[in-house]
């Protein structure tokens, strides 16, 4: 099976930065998503690893490590818009398929105050 | 371009009773995911098709199946209702069926079983 964690709930202050971390463990790995979801709407997608390493995305920021199964989301000057659930998915490898399916996180309730 | 679409949006069934969820993907992407989202679980799989034939399936009873047509709609079914059942059900699409495929959710659809 596939076991992701990630943090319940974290609170900041507007302008802060926040990092949300991420814990994997798959029988394959074929990439790693984030996604933001407000209240009573659907997830968007936020960003995507599948190498080693920092991808930055204007305010946004996520870091992967593959031998640690560890990814972080990192969002700075953070502003009370940001207040939604993180959630952090793992694309696994599917024996006999190109594709692998994705399996999610609790998600991770943010909270910013002014 | 118009998003995913999903209809019903809001659906009460009584438990032994049947649903079809129905979902319209962006014009031009090819490839449907469904994923069931409860408070206590989060985001679970539970198919993904590609023209027309499921590539993926999750860990969810004979009692929920899904199929694609050829202009890429695609419908899930449940049969037999069960309390449990109740969920938001939400659709997602993408371009391709590749490791990179970055998924667009639709609102998805609410389902209560009484």
């Known amino acids: 099976g596939q076991n992701i964690d990630q943090p319940t709930e974290m609170t900041a202050t507007e302008g802060a930065i926040v990092q949300i971390n991420c814990t994997y463990q798959t029988s394959g790995f074929n990439g790693l998503f984030w996604y933001q979801q407000h209240a009573g709407e659907a997830p968007t997608f936020l960003s995507y690893n599948v190498l080693d390493g920092l991808e930055e995305k204007g305010r946004f920021s996520s870091f992967l490590s593959r031998s640690k199964g560890y990814s972080y989301l990192l969002l700075k000057e953070l502003q009370m818009k940001d207040s939604a659930s993180y959630l952090c998915a793992v694309r696994d490898r599917d024996r006999g398929s190109t594709l692998g399916r994705l399996y999610f996180g609790r998600g991770t309730q943010l909270t910013v105050w002014p | 371009k118009a998003g995913v679409t999903q209809t019903p949006r809001y659906l009460i069934k009584t438990r032994g009773q049947q649903v079809t969820l129905s979902c319209s993907p962006i014009?031009?992407?090819?490839?449907v995911s469904w994923y069931q989202q409860t408070p206590g679980q989060g985001l679970q799989f539970l198919f993904e098709?590609?023209?027309?034939?499921?590539?993926n399936k999750g860990n969810f009873p004979g009692r929920f199946s899904g199929r694609q047509f050829s202009n890429s709609r695609s419908e899930m079914n449940v049969s037999t209702l069960e309390l449990g059942d109740s969920a938001l059900y939400l659709c997602?699409?993408?371009?391709?069926?590749?490791?990179?495929?970055?998924?667009?959710f639709g609102p998805g659809t609410r389902l209560t079983v009484l």
């Open positions: 997602a699409s993408s371009l391709a069926a590749g490791e990179y495929a970055e998924q667009f």
């Open positions: 014009s031009g992407h090819r490839s």
């Open positions: 098709y590609f023209s027309e034939t499921q590539r």
